[in-house]
């Protein structure tokens, strides 16, 4: 909260308590509430009404906060903090709590509903001092300029709140549904919470620190406590040893045949294999006779005769 703030809430405060005393007390503002009243500007300017009914609604608590709560949560979305929805719900929530308590505790009747010329309508079972239209229009369009995150940008916006502001508060004065006076204290009502609201940013942080632990414990608590391991894949089997029949010496075992699984299942017995020697207990082979082809075309060879040595 800097000091300009301070000042400006401050004198803030002042104008809005002059208003309501200048009201209790029927003085000039009173007066001018009723020669505005008397003049009746819907009737001087009729072209105008169609274009400001639906200007009105700019002031409306329902399709403002609306509109505003949408920009809001993108923009909360994108920056990953809830600090815009929860800014424009204290703002809200002190306006309808400032505003709704000042217009029931003095319960002032509208300009449709006035009883007598001159008088102040207080205490009348009313409900529009200060006005709600215009004050809602201040906070609720004001909240942008509040949270702008550059100063061309916060500019900008506080130049269109306020222009929408003003028009909201002077399009209830032509439509007859707001004393002039009840204008005067919905803008002061409706800046006074936008100025006060540096002293809840404290209450906002805490508010965002618990909306997030809270979302933490409730995915702690959505995951699963024990992972579950998959279960083992059992190792393939080793083919079964079974023993060969018809060997001299001990049975040995050996590998049991492919063939011989699908003859199992049908009940009749593997018919007898005959003994085959290993190829290391089979006896050398001897060749018998040369292996080189004989050749019809050669003569064979004989031996030359020795003399007989005497």
């Known amino acids: 909260m800097s000091r300009h703030r301070v000042v400006l809430f401050g ?25 505005v009243m008397l003049y009746r ?23 403002t906060a609306v509109m505003v709560m949408a920009w809001l949560g993108w923009r909360s979305w994108r920056q990953h903090t809830l600090r815009p ?14 505003v709704g308590s000042v217009k029931l505790g003095l319960g002032r009747l509208g300009p449709h509903y006035a009883t007598q010329i001159g ?14 239209h215009t004050a809602n229009a201040v906070v609720t369009w004001g909240i942008l300029a509040y949270l702008a995150t550059t100063p061309r940008a916060r500019r900008w916006l506080s130049v269109i709140s306020a222009m929408v502001a003003l028009g909201v508060g002077a399009t209830t004065v032509y439509l007859g549904t707001h004393w002039v006076s009840d204008v005067l204290l919905g803008w002061a009502a409706g800046l006074l919470i936008l100025l006060a609201l540096p002293w809840f940013e404290p209450l906002i942080a805490r508010a965002e620190a618990l909306v997030f632990a809270v979302r933490a414990k409730v995915r702690e608590r959505r995951r699963p406590s024990t992972t579950t ?10 083919p079964a040893m079974v023993p060969q029949r018809g060997h001299d010496e001990d049975d040995v075992p050996v590998r049991e045949p492919v063939g011989a699984a699908s003859g199992r299942g049908s009940g009749r017995p593997l018919p007898a294999r005959p003994y085959q020697p290993a190829r290391s207990e089979r006896p050398p ?3 018998s006779g040369t292996r080189r082809p004989p050749h ?14 005497g």
């Open 119 to 132: 008088s102040a309508e207080l205490f009348a079972g009313g409900d529009i001092f200060p006005s709600g």
């Open 11 to 35: 004198a803030t405060m002042a104008f809005y308590l002059a208003i309501v005393v200048a009201v209790l007390g029927s003085s000039w503002l009173v007066e001018l509430d009723w020669k």
């Open 85 to 98: 929805l929860l800014t424009l719900g204290a703002a809200l929530l002190l306006l309808n709590m400032t």
């Open 285 to 287: 082979v001897i060749p």
């Open 41 to 63: 500007p819907y009737e001087q300017w009729p072209q105008l009404h169609a274009f400001l009914d639906y200007f009105v609604v700019l002031g409306q608590r329902g399709p």
């Open 296 to 309: 019809t075309e050669r003569s064979p060879r004989t031996a030359p005769a020795r003399p007989l040595g």
């Open 229 to 238: 391991a998959p279960a083992p894949v059992p190792a393939p089997a080793a």
